[in-house]
């Protein structure tokens, strides 16, 4: 059988450009538009690259209809069923699961990461008090390449192991860092003899004076799920922003930066803040959430349910199904805003049972969850989208290593359609 391709007819010119089809290990296949230009004359025009596979990878697969998603080949629901989230660091990063001498190894190495730099607390001291936590963790995770100059040789294959360890090692303290600056309490130096997600909690909420602070193990468990279920999400925008910034070659804490700066906005990273915000808004406003749904399907009133719909999963969000029992479970279990959380239950019931989303496929996302999963454990608003950047910087710093072992990378540049002035001249005085 022939190798698979596709032909573009150009009907002006009649010429043709046959083009090689790529089929990766599941999905769809993927048109090799490189010889066209040099064929027909033509770019490809894509705004956003909803149509364009920027890379092969082999790091997680998502089939939006069927509502899967797989790292490394493994389905979401046995990882968070089985696994933990630094074994799942260890899948991303490696490409397989680890042996229990690997992960042992892997366990010592991160926990022995933990502590960042005395210098970082000077360097904190310089954020305003108020300075939002996504604004310190962009600005001092870029600044770690200036404690670690001495190994972020890009082309050297142990620099970047060692720059992928310490940046997952050292995203929950700089992150707990974010939040002890703007509450102006003292940092929290990490505790080693505890586990990833406790230490983190620990850090945030812990404070030296008071008595060790010991999360509730329901806790744990949810930020631990919540972890691993935004651990990778394969070419979004922000690690599609790291390969960017990466293939120009700059060091790595310079394109996890970048991607972090990408995920602050409200269309990627934001939208579990957004759900809190809807549901303040419902409640201060007193509508009830009945009218809140006539709102959402009124098509003259641009409100939307914040939380609910998918750009990629149509059918149902893999990771809602299985954030969903855990955010019911918390909310049973911790005190907190009860009237708010029994209104989001509410509103996520009549849903559910509405054909307006039925027909729609619109159905809770992750955020929905993890919102409420975050705002009953008493996080911050503005700390939402730096506990994804914590749990997502395995994914970006997998992509920038895969990507910096693939013979085909290259420096990352789109074309355009130009659309400005057409050729004009100067006009010179005479
Ligand atoms: N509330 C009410 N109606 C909605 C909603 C919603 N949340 N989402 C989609 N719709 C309706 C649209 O009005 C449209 O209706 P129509 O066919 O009658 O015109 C239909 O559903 C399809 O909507 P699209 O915008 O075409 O769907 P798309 O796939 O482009 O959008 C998106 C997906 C952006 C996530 C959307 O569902 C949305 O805005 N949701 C709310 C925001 C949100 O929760 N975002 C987080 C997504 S998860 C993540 O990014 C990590």
Redesign the pocket.
Known sequence: MADPSVTIVDKQTGREAELPVYTGTHGKGAADVRGLENKLGYFTYDPGYASTASCRSAITFIDGDKGELLYRGYPIEQLAGHSSYLEVCYLLLYGELPSAKEMADFDDTITNHTMVNEGIKDFFAGFRYDAHPMAMLCGTVGALASFYHDSIDINNPEHREITAHRLIAKMPTIAAYCYKHYLGQPFMYPKNTVGYAENFLRMMFGVPSNKEFQPRETMVKALELIMILHADHEQNASTSTVRLAGSSGANPFACISAGIATLWGP??GG?NE??IHMLDAIADSGASIDSTIAR??D?SDSF????????VYKNF?PRATLIRQMCHDLLAEMDGDTAKFQMAMELEQKVLADDY?VE?R?YP????YSGLILRAMGIPLNMFTVIFAMSRTVGWISHWLEMHQDPEYRIGRPQQVYTGAARRDYPVAK
Request: proline letters at 0%; glycine letters at 8%; charged letters at 30%.
């Open positions: 269309a990627h939208a957004a759900v959402a399907k098509k939307r349910l914040m939380g609910f719909g998918h750009r969000d989303f729609r619109l996302n992750v955020d929905f």
